[in-house]
């Protein structure tokens, strides 16, 4: 049965040190209790404490940290019911085969996609043996661990894995077993060198097997390959495993690493998008394909975003080009998308710009207007108070298209400005200027 708050602050220290991040022990006990914290983050606790609670504080979905990311610590089976926390790590696939290995390598390595302010790269590189040459694997291996990224092992057996497992010590990569004998082999190579162990296996009920015994040997920094032969059964098993996981079932308390193996554009978009969609937490792409993967780098940031917290900017007044005191000053509201697109095509006309940011909540601009969060009293103390009526010769300020019923209040409230009401739709900003700033 699982431990109240009170009954676990009873084993805790009680010096409210705060290193754990919490205020005090009662309240780490409550996160305890909530499976939002681990034990490891108490410094102090004994060690009758950590017998005790050791099961007790693991969230349903154990976390391991792959290079600098982190994946599961999941808590829910539905984003909604409150928001998914470790997003799913994106990897590429290179082999012993691949000609101009080290240039593909280069690519994976550069590949960055800059998002509403996210920046997005590649967070691993899986390599897998081909060949029965076990050097040549090896020497794709060492060439891969240049990259300074995370290394994922998969080579045809336990001797030539526990060679490559070497090279990448510490690298915060992952071993994965060939047949299910090598398990607990290889969860022996993953622990003295600092890897993951990836578990996989013909069945569910073999993998939970298998993790069983990992886990009873003392290793449990571990990721589940789940076996499915069509898209329909994967989604499926992927959400019998959670329910399990959360269930309290803790063989099958894990993310999941996933190897696709189809390279048809379509099948890779289907597979990686299930899989971003039904839990996945390594995802490994058969090669570099930019289009198909910021695509599904963009479906992964809007499920892993707090559905309850938009994403937002800092409030405030951003530079657009090199804006001078005879420029015009643009209005919209923080939330992220729309600032970066605004942003984008006040740039994209060559104008030279103020964007003021007021606090809206991370709200749309519609959405903030009706929720009383963007109106004209708010906007005009929120231009004052960052000094534009004193900096600024060009008093102009432009407001959304959809909320040209609050000019008058603007007008009121900032007396001598020039307030111009622009486009509804950030994608007709060229026109607008063109036809009205540019006369």
């Known amino acids: 049965m699982a431990l109240t708050g009170l009954q676990i602050q009873k084993l805790l220290p009680k010096t409210n040190c705060k290193e754990c991040g919490s205020n005090t022990c009662l309240a780490f006990a409550m996160k305890l209790a909530g499976k939002k914290a681990e034990l490891s983050e108490c410094p102090y606790a004994s060690d009758e404490a950590k017998a005790i609670l050791g099961a007790a504080s693991e969230p349903p979905v154990k976390t391991v940290t792959l290079g600098e990311a982190k994946v599961g610590g999941e808590l829910y089976l539905c984003r909604h019911e409150k928001t998914f926390f470790n997003q799913p790590i994106f990897a590429v696939n290179v082999d012993d085969t691949d000609d101009g290995l080290k240039d593909k390598i280069e690519q994976i390595k550069n590949y960055v996609l800059e998002r509403v302010g996210e920046i997005l790269t590649i967070g691993a590189i899986a390599v897998t043996q081909m060949q029965d040459d076990s050097q040549k694997y090896l020497d794709a291996v060492k060439t891969a661990a240049a990259s300074g990224r995370p290394i994922i092992l998969r080579a045809k057996n336990a001797a030539t894995a526990k060679e490559a497992a070497v090279l990448i010590k510490d690298n915060g990569g992952v071993i994965v077993n060939s047949v299910k004998e090598s398990a607990l082999e290889l969860a022996t190579v993953a622990r003295e060198n600092g890897l993951i162990l990836g578990v996989t296996g013909a069945t569910l009920d073999e993998i939970a097997e298998v993790t069983g015994q990992v886990k009873e040997s003392g290793f449990n920094d571990i990721l589940l390959g789940i076996p499915a032969e069509s898209l329909a059964q994967r989604f499926q098993l992927n959400t019998v495993a959670r ?24 099948n890779v978009l289907r597979e990686s998008t299930n899989e971003v969609c039904k839990y996945g937490g390594v995802i490994v792409f058969p090669k570099l394909d930019i289009a198909l993967i910021s695509t599904v780098m963009t479906l992964r940031q809007n499920i892993y975003t707090d559905p309850q917290k938009p994403i937002q900017m800092e409030p405030g007044i951003y530079r657009i080009g090199e804006p001078t005191e005879d420029s015009y000053v643009w209005l919209t509201t923080n939330f992220s998308l729309t600032y970066f697109l605004v942003s984008g095509e006040i740039e994209g006309c060559g104008q030279n710009a103020w964007l003021i940011l007021p606090e809206c909540e991370g709200l749309s601009v519609l959405t903030a207007w009706a929720a009383g969060k963007f109106g004209g009293d708010m906007i005009a103390k929120f231009v004052l108070s960052q000094g534009l009526n004193e900096s600024q010769k060009n008093k102009s300020l432009i407001i959304p298209g959809y909320v040209a019923q609050i000019k008058g209040d603007i007008e009121e409230g900032l007396p001598g400005w020039n307030i111009i009401v622009g486009s509804q739709e950030a994608g007709d900003i060229e026109s607008f200027v063109n036809s009205t700033l540019n006369k």
């Open 243 to 266: 329910r399990a996981a959360l269930g309290n079932i803790k063989t099958m308390g894990y993310s999941f690493l996933h190897f696709i193996e189809d390279d048809n554009i379509y």
